[in-house]
T-cell receptor
Framework: EADIYQTPRYLVIGTGKKITLECSQT?????MYWYQQDPGMELHLIHY???????EKGDLSSESTVSRIRTEHFPLTLESARPSHTSQYLC????????????FGEGSWLTVV | EDQVTQSPEALRLQEGESSSLNCSYT??????LFWYRQDPGKGPEFLFT?????EEKEKERLKATLTKKESFLHITAPKPEDSATYLC?????????????WGLGTSLAVNP
């Protein structure tokens, strides 16, 4: 069972607000990811990290930013939320090795009004 | 072009009616194929990883198989609690699996 946690699970905020979605994993995994997924749609990688102080943009352009100061923590921040940011954000992690399994958190549902 | 295609898009079964879901891929040099289950509003839950053609894995009513071109997820005597979207994903042959290619999923509904 995966030990990866996301908070908040649900968030409704107003346009222009700054928000941070938290993600923590207790498995000691080096690699962590943020995906964005709209209902019924495919997963899109927006950020990933190979380890502490290593972050890169994913395939889908996103106005969010991430940081990786500690191995277990990979927060995602939106400086100024817009209705177009309404989506589900999924955090994931995996251990080293090419084929190792990616484990997902429960997701954070963000609604910007 | 590297691609993962799942079929059917949606499947409705009666409880106990066995069936199979398909995941076909065109990625060269396969380095694993992942199956996940996703319930509405939740993150994907890992089911299986298959690494080589001929490999099979089982978990309760689910059995995953792999050939050189596709994978099948066989569901034997499904129950309503098996209703979910089933996703498959394949890592690109890029030296790491940062880049996973995801299928769009098969939405399975099992009626009691």
């Amino acid at each position: 069972e995966a030990d990866i946690y996301q908070t908040p699970r649900y968030l409704v905020i107003g346009t222009g607000k700054k928000i941070t979605l938290e993600c923590s994993q207790t498995m000691g995994h080096d690699k962590m990811y943020w995906y964005q997924q709209d209902p019924g749609m495919e997963l899109h990688l927006i950020h990933y990290s190979y380890g502490v102080n290593s972050t890169e943009k994913g395939d889908l352009s996103s106005e969010s930013t991430v940081s990786r100061i500690r191995t277990e923590h990979f927060p995602l921040t939106l400086e100024s939320a817009r209705p177009s940011h309404t989506s589900q954000y999924l955090c994931a992690s995996r251990d080293r090795g090419l084929g190792n399994t990616i484990y997902f958190g429960e997701g954070s549902w963000l609604t910007v009004v | 072009e590297d691609q993962v295609t799942q079929s059917p898009e949606a499947l409705r079964l009666q409880e106990g009616e066995s069936s199979s879901l398909n995941c076909s891929y065109t990625v060269s040099g396969l380095r694993g194929l992942f199956w996940y289950r996703q319930d509405p509003g939740k993150g994907p839950e890992f089911l299986f990883t298959l690494y080589s053609a001929g490999e099979e894995k089982e978990k309760e009513r689910l059995k995953a198989t792999l050939t050189k071109k596709e994978s099948f997820l066989h569901i034997t005597a499904p129950k309503p609690e098996d209703s979910a979207t089933y996703l498959c994903a394949v890592p690109l042959n890029a030296g790491n699996n940062r880049k996973l290619i995801w299928g769009l999923g098969t939405s399975l509904a099992v009626n009691p």
